[in-house]
């Protein structure tokens, strides 16, 4: 009989939280709402796979080279044969009863491809977890110093869905991916993560793959799973900042065109130089000079490492 549902967990030197997801995912899988779950170790370098097998008996550990998240994940639905896959990132925790519910509703809405849940941090506020998809232009004006000038504008609060509560059940254009519940066959066609996109922006491309293929992206915010949010990526950060720019770059052309590619790009090659300037101003007259030497180092590591992977 095939499964109703597998976990797949992408793990990169966070084994403390690693180890606290696979004790929930443990739980459920005793009350029957998965079947196999499946550790793709990214490799850590900190024990991470060692800890995930003691974690339970019936958890696979796989330990990969670091081909970046989304290959990750492909390598463990394709240890998969569910009908749905839940894809997890591991500073995530989940409820008893959470994996039931999302099943359940995938169940009751064959024209999605995937649904998620509501996320919420360790101290219990919410983290937005749906969006609408990029405009063009949305990268100047979200995750920038335009933004932090000028929180409200309307591109990015367009982008974060603002004009909408996020306490009814509704359809999003995509949903963060630290929590997917997918559908094998939405998978079977639109295929996988795109590996390209080594890390950030690979679940926006999916999700936009989805429906350019017909399928639909739900929210449902009556299941919440907890997410400590960013744990992996809070490590060598200048690289990270470096790896997210240059996946927004790498959408943009991928949704639009190279013309808009090329003119995200520089405005984010712009935004790191206003940032160092800012901080040297401010270094120079003598503001709490110790901190603003840190962040003139950050972000000339930022700007020297340009809108590129490395």
Known sequence: MTPK?????VSYNVRDL????LASLVVAQA?????????IDNGSSDGSADAARRAGPNIQVVEAENHGYGAGANAGIARSDAEYVLVLNP???IPAGSIATLTAWLDAHPSHAVVGPRLRRPDGSIQSSRRRFPRPWTPIFESSIIEEWWPRN???????LSDRSDDVVQ????????????RRAAFEQAGGFDESFRMYAEEVEWCWRFQRHGWRVGFVPTTE???????SAAQDLPRRLAEFNASRVQLTGRLYDRHWESVVRVAILLDYVIRLSRESAKWLLGNRRQLRMERMRFYAAALRRGVRRG
């Open 5 to 9: 549902v597998d976990a797949v967990v």
């Open 91 to 93: 500073d995530t925790v």
């Open 31 to 39: 009350a029957g709402e998965i079947a196999r779950i499946v550790v």
């Open 18 to 21: 690693l180890v606290e997801c």
């Open 154 to 160: 309307p591109v990015a609060t367009s982008y974060h």
């Open 171 to 182: 359809d999003v254009d995509w949903i963060v991916g630290a929590a997917m519940l997918v």
């Open 225 to 231: 799973i907890v997410h400590h949010e960013g744990a």
